[in-house]
């Protein structure tokens, strides 16, 4: 099959969630065969180097883009809000350039699928369409009213909070009248999915999770910082700068004063400034930034703390922490769409205390701390192989292309 994978940033480096779940896909249909190209909008945010792109790539895809600027505009926000039916966030993504780079590549080649990388892409269906017989795929990485929803739902401020209400509200409307513009869909979890189909969904789906190469996952654990907390994430991304907060100023205290010697170590690219003086007024936290190898970072160190209270899909860095063999402590949120069980898998906390109690728990009982990493990593090697993901999504398309 031909693929064509349109995304809104580049899935390069594999460094965020986002990108991680589209490049482990665009791997696993090489893999199996597949030839694939991917467009996509190199943001000015997350800006990536064309020489840098092609020498990672040149051997599992064909790749193109076009440079937009969709940093946030207060007056564009402004505009967007009082003239504007379409949530600020789509708005954003829209770009002739784009739109005419679409309709280039598909009177260049013929494709079997152009697969959608996320809802923000769906303003691009009708020239796919007008352009191309291929059957259209959405990759639904989340549902994004929920994230904003619940974003909305933890601020106090109250001029924030109505903002990102009706923020909420509109993606909420423009996601439901986006169902069933594409062919067929694809879920990266169940519960996606059967949220979904209830809002409306009637065409064909097939969940899709963010896969890991199986083979590989490191076996070395030697150098690991036993007696230590670590967290890795984008902290540009709003779920992962409040929940970090809220660690740091409830939970950390308490584990610092009864552990004098631990540290907490904390990893992550694009962090406000006010973030990182905040991160450091607390003690024995070891701020590190954007780690240049984000496995070796991650292998070296001991319990993973994901303390997450909005988002929505699949939490991919905690596929990869259980990956690695680290036990995971987060919130049922964060845990939301992976098939895990507590004290099992994974170890889940919804407050302040039970995160205390259980990181406690973890700190003097060794076998049951090296048994849950043990565990994590089964699950993901039973559950989580990208060859067999990426292999079953490409058997489902070939379905439906007859």
Request: glycine share 4%; hydrophobic share 40%.
């Amino acid at each position: 099959m031909k693929i064509l994978q349109l995304c809104n940033k580049f899935p390069y480096p594999p460094k965020d969630g986002g990108a991680i779940a589209i490049f482990n896909l665009t791997k696993g249909f090489q893999y199996n065969g597949h030839h694939v190209k991917i467009l996509a909008i190199n943001t000015k945010k997350h800006y990536i180097n064309p020489d840098i792109v092609y020498d990672a790539l040149k051997d599992i895809a064909e790749f193109d883009f076009i440079y937009l600027n969709t940093d946030v505009n207060p007056v564009k926000v402004f505009i967007n809000l009082f003239f504007s039916g379409l949530p600020y966030n789509v708005e954003r993504f829209i770009s002739k350039k784009f739109n005419k780079k679409i309709v280039e590549l598909l009177n260049e080649e013929d494709f079997d699928i152009v697969q959608l990388e996320g809802l923000y892409l769906i303003p691009y269906v009708k020239t796919i369409r007008q352009n191309s017989d291929a059957k259209i795929s959405l990759r639904s990485h989340n549902i994004e009213h929920e994230i904003w929803k619940r974003i909305a739902h933890n601020k106090r401020n109250i001029l924030t909070k109505k903002y990102l209400q009706i923020l909420a509200n509109r993606i909420k409307k423009f996601e439901i009248n986006s169902l069933n513009v594409y062919d067929l869909l694809v879920p990266i979890t169940q519960r996606d999915a059967n949220i979904l189909n209830k809002l409306g969904n009637n065409k064909p789906y097939q969940v899709c999770p963010s896969g890991m190469d199986i083979e590989k996952i490191s076996e070395d654990i030697k150098n690991v910082n036993y007696h230590s907390l670590f967290f890795i994430g984008s902290l540009d991304w709003i779920p992962n700068q409040e929940g970090l907060l809220w660690f740091t100023e409830n939970v950390w205290p308490k584990i610092s004063i009864k552990n004098p010697k631990i540290e907490f170590f904390i990893a992550g690219r694009n962090a406000p400034k006010k973030l990182i003086q905040k991160l450091l007024n607390f003690k024995n936290i070891v701020f590190l930034g954007e780690v240049d190898d984000a496995f070796e970072y991650m292998i070296s160190k001991s319990i993973m703390v994901v303390p997450l209270f909005s988002g929505s899909g699949m939490r991919v860095k905690i596929i990869e922490g259980m990956a690695l063999g680290k036990v995971i402590v987060t919130t049922s949120l964060g845990a939301e769409g992976i098939d895990v069980k507590h004290k099992k898998d994974i170890l889940i906390a919804d407050s302040a205390d039970d995160f205390e109690k259980e990181i406690e728990i973890l700190l003097e009982n060794k076998s049951f701390f090296t048994k849950i990493g043990e565990n994590a990593k089964t699950f993901i090697v039973k559950n989580m192989d990208n060859k067999k993901i990426s292999a079953e999504l490409t058997e489902f398309y070939k379905t439906y292309l007859i």
